[in-house]
Structures are given as C-alpha cells and as structure tokens.
C-alpha cells in the first residue's frame, strides 16, 4: 500500500480545509495517510478553536462571502469533516506535542478526531521515512 506523509503548519481555515480535503483524494485512492498538525494549525486543534472560520491574509476582504459559502457547501465543520476522512480510508491524524505547549493546550482540550499526541521525531520515523510521497500545507 502506498504512504503519504501530511504535514500541516499554517492555521488558517482554509489551509486546514484544503489539507482535509487532500487527505480525503489520498484516503479514498487506497493510500495509507497520515496527517501531522504542529504550529499554527496545532494551536487551532482545541475543541473552541477548530469551529473559528478565520481565513489567512489571502482572503483579506471575502471573509464573510467565504463563511457563507463554507456553511452552504457543508464544509465550515472541520471535526465532521475529519471524522468523514477517518471513515473514508486509512487516515492516521496527530498533533504536535511541541506545539501544544508553544499554545498551552493540553491533550484533553484537543478535538476528539485526533488520534494521538507525538513528537516530530516520532511521526518523521513513523510517517515520513516511510511514505511516498509527503505533502506540505
């Protein structure tokens, strides 16, 4: 079986939709996946956090429109979202340790959908070593 490594760093919404949406293309093609959020896009895998549509500077000005289009195409809930993905295929998603503390969260804060706390080492051997291919968002 084929492995993607999915490394996920910045926390705007659309970023982390778009990574979700590219695990689900990989997921349901057969291929083992594995998504690892560290950074900005760790600082937003709270349970209050994941649900704020904040967009990055690229859309400055259609925040609102994109909202709208969001909640309207059924997108604007990343938690379901993940779950969809897990249900899709082989979909291993984590969160940095390091970054937690860098936003003092701690594990039972984290959504529900993610399926462990590692540090880069861990997923670098677990993850990255061995995959294909690995994707940066």
Do not use: H
Not at 79 to 105: H, I, M, P, W
Not at 122 to 133: G, H, M, N, T
């Amino acid at each position: 079986m084929k492995k993607v490594a999915v490394i996920i760093t910045r926390g705007g919404f659309n970023n982390l939709l778009q990574a979700c949406e590219w695990i689900a293309l990989a997921a349901a093609s057969g291929i083992e996946v594995s998504g690892y959020f560290r950074d900005e896009a760790a600082g937003r895998m709270s349970q209050t956090k994941i649900k704020e549509l904040t967009m990055s500077k690229g859309y400055q000005g259609r925040e609102s429109f994109m909202r709208d289009l969001l909640r309207e195409e059924k997108k604007a809930d990343l938690c379901a979202l993940f779950q969809q993905v897990k249900e899709t295929g082989n979909v291993k998603l984590s969160v940095c340790k390091d970054s937690l503390r860098y936003f003092n969260l701690r594990p039972e804060e984290l959504i529900p959908e993610l399926d462990e706390v590692q540090t880069a080492e861990a997923f670098w051997k677990e993850a990255v070593l061995p995959a294909d291919q690995v994707l940066t968002f």
